[in-house]
């Protein structure tokens, strides 16, 4: 008996030691969150040639209306909208050429975005542009957007990465996942930009250097996480990825637990592949080459999803009300208070004046019960791309900042 609760003592104070750090990494970023972040001192000398790239996967109907957005975007500059069409029907392909919009066709046995990006950079001569842009095929650039970034390269930075944000929260799936995302922009963005890091990738409205999005992009491979790929590949380089918290793009969020939970696969899929991958590069790039940031993006990818975290604080309190060994119940419940004070700080202001905050909050159990299921569906990933489904969206008053 003695030797079974020391047993549980070590493995619960070791579950426990790892679950704190997480709380411990969340909360001090989010408190990182609200500090001030200096506008870019730069005087603009040339406008930029931007390429607008929008990959499309078999998105019929949201692909000619957001392109009809992207070409409707105020820029000082010049810039032409490329989508890649990857399954889309001839006569989709044939409106899009009848437009201003340039469409490049391309075709896989197993489509991800990263081949799809790499495949239309290769066609498109390099001398052509300065600046590559990358949406979502849902995504709408918000006013200023391709301006902002062009003084982001004016100050020097290669990469940047804009203020994703929803563009319609008209049910309570899609208020909790517009939360999720403005939780993540604080933390993982802003946060880490405040202190002087490298913000992290969304995977749209971000824009690279023309040729170097190129270089970043050989091999990537059929990676579903091209955007923590190319994370990763930026901070070895040691690359600094500048994050423009005013400076917004409008993205649909998921209105259903289907969608959801096919997202959430796709994502912790892509969270354990690169954990996989880089965990012993990370130890070799601190140590060796003193590369904090890399090391960083390891770390991000050891921590638990933030749904999932809630829910296994909440089972490791429960359970120590009735055990006999590992951590007391106070120590459980600490560590809910720093989780729920690192979410609760992180997310905007705006948020609390909604009404249907409330209702969102209902569907956290659900939301949890979809991220058990996304977990045990991770094989799901090797053979296809699951690709999140759109739908043609306008930008809610709620969108309004």
Request: charged share 20%; hydrophobic share 50%.
């Amino acid at each position: 008996m003695y030797l079974l609760a020391l047993l549980g003592d070590i493995v619960l104070y070791t579950i426990g030691l790892y679950l704190l750090l997480n709380c411990c990494y969340l909360l001090f970023f989010s408190l990182a969150g609200h500090k001030s972040i200096r506008p870019l001192q730069v005087t603009v000398k040339k406008n930029r040639r931007f390429c607008v790239l929008i990959p499309a996967y078999r998105e019929n109907e949201v692909v000619l209306e957001t392109s009809k957005a992207a070409l409707k975007h105020q820029y000082n500059g010049n810039f032409e909208v490329y989508v890649i069409a990857d399954g889309l029907l001839p006569e989709t392909v044939a409106t899009l050429r009848g437009s201003d919009v340039q469409v490049i066709e391309v075709a896989f046995e197993r489509s991800t975005k990263g081949k799809a990006l790499a495949a239309a950079l290769a066609q498109i001569p390099a001398n052509r542009f300065d600046i590559a842009a990358i949406l979502d095929v849902d995504n709408i650039m918000g006013p200023g957007f391709l301006q902002e970034v062009n003084k982001a390269f004016g100050a020097g930075y290669r990469v940047v990465q804009a203020h994703r944000t929803a563009k319609n929260m008209d049910s309570s799936f899609a208020f909790l996942d517009a939360c999720n995302e403005e939780i993540n922009n604080h933390i993982y963005r802003k946060g880490h930009f405040a202190i002087g890091m490298s913000s992290a990738l969304i995977g749209s409205g971000m824009a690279f250097g023309f040729t170097y999005l190129k270089e970043l992009l050989k091999g990537i491979g059929e990676t579903v996480g091209e955007d923590k790929e190319l994370d990763f590949r930026i901070v070895r380089d040691q690359e600094k990825i500048c994050y423009l918290d005013q400076v917004y793009v409008f993205d649909e969020k998921i209105e259903n637990a289907k969608v959801f939970t096919q997202q959430r696969t796709r994502w912790i899929a892509a969270q354990v592949e690169f954990l996989k991958k880089y965990a012993g590069e990370g130890i070799t790039q601190l140590v060796r080459h003193g590369n904090v940031e890399f090391f960083n993006k390891v770390v991000q990818a050891f921590l638990v999803p933030r749904v999932l975290l809630i829910g296994v604080l909440v089972l490791f309190f429960l359970s120590s009300l009735m055990l006999p060994f590992g951590p007391p119940p106070v120590f459980w419940a600490v560590l809910l208070l720093m989780l729920s004070a690192a979410l609760l700080i992180a997310l905007p202001a705006r948020f609390y004046k909604s009404r249907q905050l409330g209702k969102a909050l209902f569907q956290l159990p659900y939301a949890l019960f979809c991220m058990v299921k996304a977990v045990f569906q991770i094989k799901k990933t090797k053979t296809s791309f699951l690709s999140t489904p759109h739908k043609v969206t306008a930008v809610s008053a709620d969108a309004n900042l």
